[in-house]
């Protein structure tokens, strides 16, 4: 049982198994074949040799021991050459068809084991080597993804730092005499848990679109009313900053079935970036309009702009254009992976654009005016 077992789960056995099996079959089906053409064979043979030395008994079954011997050595001798032939060409294919299994069979426990640098060698264009290319894909996407788990730590611990930090101190502060207990002083510290609060919706918020367990409460909505509330919502913070926000909403949008709080998450997201990205003095525009079967909205600014090596990357989790830790030049790289996962849930499309650094950049995102059953 051990020895079923074990051969069992030895692919390269069973490979060449398969292929002894194939050759044996072969063989049978090559012998039984001679053994069944030779007498007729035979019988023609010595017909054609009594028309020239006459009918002999004696010579006739000669004749016949003599070609039944041959054709049984022939036959004999190339099943033996064959057998050995074709076991080795089974023995060397088998193991040229595990081997590169074997190595990726390696090559994930290391990864298991944490080292994701671990690459396996593509040897071949056949489908060995597709899947050889597709393992190191995997890999490759496992190392980024760990590598911006290692950052996310980073950052996290980052920024809980600073307001715990502060906190403490004005904690201590408060309890020394040294800070007076007056709204300022309460106000500051308020301000600081509203952070710390903000970073862990921000990282609830993901885990949950990440997992597909988004809360939906989807109805009837008109978008020009839902640009327009969001643009009043921001409108003080553009005026502060001195940065111009122009609006351009198409006449008789029809009604969209969306999560009207989603939505507006995703549209503060956007035009919050564009702000922030955007210096005194410069312009953003948002615009609504139809496009086929669903309604697009466009934020376009004259900000700093992206650089294109950033862009297929921008919406990934964790990912920052900026690379330094505050919050205030970057955040936690996680609204636009939650507006990506938003936009999709209602079945839309979500891109960003850019001409490079100091071009300005535009985000936008569709969402079908029929969502689909």
Request: hydrophobic share 45%.
């Amino acid at each position: 049982m051990r020895f079923i077992h074990s051969f069992q789960r030895n692919l390269s056995a069973r490979l060449f198994l398969s292929y002894v099996i194939v050759i044996l079959t072969g063989v049978i089906v090559l012998i039984g074949a001679v053994q069944i053409q030779t007498p007729a064979a035979m019988e023609r043979h010595i017909a054609q040799m009594q028309q020239h030395i006459g009918n002999d008994p004696a010579l006739e079954e000669d004749l016949r021991v003599n070609f039944i011997s041959a054709i049984n050595e022939i036959t004999l001798t190339a099943t033996l050459v064959s057998l050995v032939v074709a076991m080795a060409v089974s023995l060397f294919t088998s193991r040229r068809i595990v081997e590169p299994i074997r190595g990726m069979m390696r090559a994930s426990r290391e990864i298991a084991a944490g080292h994701f640098h671990r690459r396996v060698a593509v040897v071949s264009e056949d489908e060995l080597g597709a899947l050889a290319q597709s393992f190191n894909q995997m890999a490759e996407a496992l190392e980024l993804t760990e590598q911006r788990r290692l950052n996310l730590i980073g950052d996290v611990a980052h920024e809980l730092r600073t307001p715990l930090t502060n906190l403490r101190t004005m904690l201590e502060a408060l309890t020394d005499g040294v800070l007076p207990p007056d709204p300022a002083t309460f106000q500051t510290m308020h301000h600081e848990v509203l952070r710390l609060q903000r970073l862990v919706q921000d990282l609830q918020e993901l885990s949950r679109a990440e997992a597909g367990e988004m809360a939906m409460f989807p109805e009837k909505v008109d978008p020009a009313q839902l640009v327009s509330r969001v643009v009043d919502r921001l409108a003080l913070q553009y005026h502060d900053k001195g940065v111009a926000l122009h609006v351009n909403i198409a006449p008789d949008l029809p009604a969209i079935f969306v999560d009207p709080a989603r939505i507006t998450q995703v549209l503060v997201n956007i035009l919050g970036n564009a702000l922030q990205y955007t210096p005194q003095g410069g312009q953003v525009w948002v615009s609504v309009r139809r496009a086929g079967e669903a309604i697009q909205f466009v934020v376009r600014d004259t900000g700093r702009g992206i650089p294109a090596e950033d862009l297929p990357h921008i919406f990934e989790r964790f990912y920052r254009v900026d690379k330094s830790r505050a919050r205030a030049s970057g955040g936690s790289g996680i609204g636009l992976t939650i507006s990506k996962h938003i936009v999709e849930a209602h079945g839309g499309r979500i891109w960003a654009k850019s001409e490079g650094l100091g071009k300005g950049s535009e985000f936008g995102f569709t969402i079908p005016m029929h969502p689909s059953s």
